[in-house]
């Protein structure tokens, strides 16, 4: 019996995590504010650490508070953090629906009321926040409730297949869950600042970009070929439909009879 492969490499993990563990963060500056740790974490997938701090200083300086922010319109919320941000549109559309939901259940902007509950209903109501990506989940009861969640997103992915941590492309929900059960919380901690740190690293280095192409490309071949087995499957299947029809019978001649005249 074959030993079963396992599903990532933790010799390579610990080794990228002590390399870029040395320059990483080791506390979230939003981390006092629960509200302020949900923004910042809606804008640190994907990005760099860079981009989302700078973001997070002009929406602060831009509004008075957080209520303001949210009523501001999509659009408007894009060119406060910049156009170019990486999925403006569509990042500040979730939070928008995040903050609007809030709003809506509390008539208040603030996850306030969740500090002291027990950490699985506040997990469940943060899941349920309209908008609400699971890395931003994972970060804020990681952060700031002390949960052994460790936030993966694509680029992490990515980073984690370029160093042979994992064997192939994961599904950042799939992975984050694996990662969540491996490790304590403290552990948790200290992995997530260093994948940061080694994404931030990624990005200034271009290797994400180019990660991030030769997935893609790799995605639309699989889906080229998958559209085309598929038409190859469609004609075969005519084809032997055509086979399996009783051919008509011929007609059968006349026989003609020599008479003698």
């Not at 995590?17 to 509200?35: D, F, H, M, S």
């Not at 890395?135 to 680029?155: A, H, K, N, W």
């Not at 160093?163 to 948790?188: G, I, Q, T």
């Not at 990660?211 to 469609?234: D, F, M, N, P």
Request: no cysteine; proline share 4%.
């Amino acid at each position: 019996m074959t030993e079963k492969k396992p599903p990532f490499n933790i010799n390579n993990l610990n080794s990228l995590v002590k390399k870029y563990g040395a320059r990483a963060r080791t506390e979230e500056p939003n981390a006092a504010e629960l509200t302020a740790l949900l923004i910042h974490s809606s804008l640190l997938f994907d990005a760099t650490t860079e981009m989302a701090d700078t973001a997070m200083q002009r929406i602060r300086s831009r509004n008075v508070d957080f209520n303001e922010f949210r009523v501001n319109l999509v659009e408007e919320m894009v060119t406060t953090i910049g156009a170019k941000y990486p999925d403006a549109f569509g990042r500040m559309r979730r939070l928008r629906m995040t903050l609007f939901d809030l709003f809506r259940r509390h008539h208040r902007v603030g996850l306030e009321q969740l500090i002291g509950k027990p950490k699985r209903d506040v997990r469940i109501y943060l899941e349920n926040l309209e908008g609400m990506k699971s890395y931003v989940v994972s970060r804020v009861m990681l952060i700031g409730f002390e949960v052994s969640m460790v936030p993966i997103d694509q680029t992490t992915v990515d980073l984690l297949v370029h160093y042979e941590v994992l064997p192939e492309d994961m599904k950042p929900v799939a992975l984050s869950e694996l990662f969540s059960k491996k490790f304590s919380a403290d552990r948790a901690r200290q992995i997530h600042f260093a994948l940061v740190a080694a994404t931030d690293a990624f990005h200034s280095s271009g290797k994400a970009d180019t990660a991030r192409i030769a997935r893609e490309s790799v995605k639309q071949l699989r889906g080229a070929a998958a559209t085309a087995v598929e038409k190859a499957k469609a004609k075969a299947e005519v084809k032997s439909k055509s086979k399996s029809k009783p051919k008509p019978k011929a007609k059968a001649k006349a026989k003609t009879t020599a008479r003698s005249h």
